[in-house]
């Protein structure tokens, strides 16, 4: 049996357990958007397929679009840090050296990148504008589902990345064991999809940062500064050491606010912070990667024109600031809500990966008085 699951509705957007805040656990002090995910910035799109098949295939794809329109031709400014590099990100050297992005933004598993490349040329030679396109920079991120999922089967093919990026929308995303979260885990938990927003005052800008995390890494769980992963006894280098914390954190960053490549090689370093806050390690096997971009339509950069000038104002870098903050919380409660909002899974040759605890988990929080009432 074979379920392929796409984005769905506002309405069905959370499962009972609830997100973060769901469960009073505030994070940090500035305000989420009013859907606390990454489509808070205008015009960002997602759309996922998950892909359940038999005992053994637990794995998916998660499209993110800056814009509606042609990425290619209306090119985003964009930048991609390297908390860790053991991964394996493609179209890394082309935003580094020209600092835009031409695609849309794919998260899958590790041995599927290939397809999903083959996917994003497939999407950017058939759109109308691009007949005579030569080259397409594909920016793909992974994470390895390789423990529940059967890996090896490369059961993700070029027609589900298309029906994800076909699938894109605004609106709420969905969270936890979906798209390329279906198979990952994080913290020793059931990891997964998660998002979160924040929304500077108007007298900072009133610009909005939205955060997706792909969340398959390790390390000793922090929830709002609490030791959770201590409380609960599973943690990185415990006394057996029971707990591997290799695997990958996939951070994609969207902001409205109009920043240079520059700024935004600054704003992404802030996602590892975020990472970090909620007890991460960047281990030697993680592969920890952010990608920000500015959706900004006075900062994109056509593909074609007869100026050799590129005109916008940008915000200066004593502005930077309140949003280098956005950029941190957004991505921790993001992580935390992929955990939040996943659930035990069972795949590949018997494999479990528990949900989080969510009950033990709010009585630490009391017993700290991390929770707010």
């Not at 589902?145 to 029906?163: A, S, T």
């Amino acid at each position: 049996m074979t379920i392929l699951l796409g984005m769905i509705s506002t309405a069905d957007a959370r499962d009972a357990g609830g997100r973060v805040r769901d469960h009073e656990i505030k994070i940090g002090v500035m305000q989420p958007g009013a859907l606390n995910a990454i489509t808070d910035v205008k015009g960002v799109q997602v759309g996922q397929v998950t892909l359940i098949k038999d005992k053994d295939v637990r794995t998916g794809v998660t499209a993110i679009l800056p814009h509606s329109g042609n990425i290619y031709q209306e090119k985003v400014p964009a930048a991609i840090y390297i908390g860790n590099g053991f991964g394996k990100l493609a179209g890394y050297s082309q935003v580094e050296e020209l600092g835009t992005l031409e695609t849309p933004i794919i998260l899958t598993n590790t041995l599927s990148v290939p397809a999903a490349c083959e996917a994003l040329i497939s999407h950017t030679l058939d759109q109308d504008g691009n007949e005579s396109v030569r080259s397409v920079n594909s920016v793909v991120g992974e994470t390895n589902d390789g423990y529940l999922n059967d890996i090896r089967g490369r059961h993700i093919k070029e027609k589900h990345v298309l029906k994800a990026i076909k699938a894109a929308k605004g609106g709420a995303v969905k969270e936890g064991a979906v798209g390329a979260g279906t198979g990952t885990r994080c913290f020793g938990y059931k990891g997964g999809i998660g998002t979160s927003s924040r929304v500077l005052p108007e007298e900072l800008g009133g610009w909005t940062v939205g955060v997706l995390a792909q969340t398959n890494f390790g390390g000793v769980l922090q929830i709002a500064g609490v030791p959770v992963g201590v409380e609960l006894g599973k943690y990185y280098f415990k006394k057996a050491l029971d707990h591997d914390p290799d695997g990958s954190c996939m951070m994609v960053i969207m902001t409205d606010a109009p920043l240079s490549d520059r700024n935004l090689k600054r704003l992404a370093k802030r996602g590892m912070m975020g990472l970090a806050r909620t007890g991460g390690i960047a281990s030697n096997g993680s592969g920890d990667y952010v990608i920000a971009v500015s959706t900004a339509e006075t900062v994109r950069v056509a593909a074609d024109s007869d100026s050799k000038l590129t005109s916008g104002e940008v915000v200066r870098n004593d502005a930077m600031s309140p949003l280098f903050m956005a950029a941190i919380e957004s991505t921790e409660e993001a992580i935390l809500n992929s955990l939040f909002m996943s659930e035990t899974m069972e795949g590949r040759d018997g494999h479990q990966t528990p949900g989080l605890p969510v009950d033990k988990v709010k009585k630490i929080m009391a017993d700290y008085r991390a929770i707010n009432h």
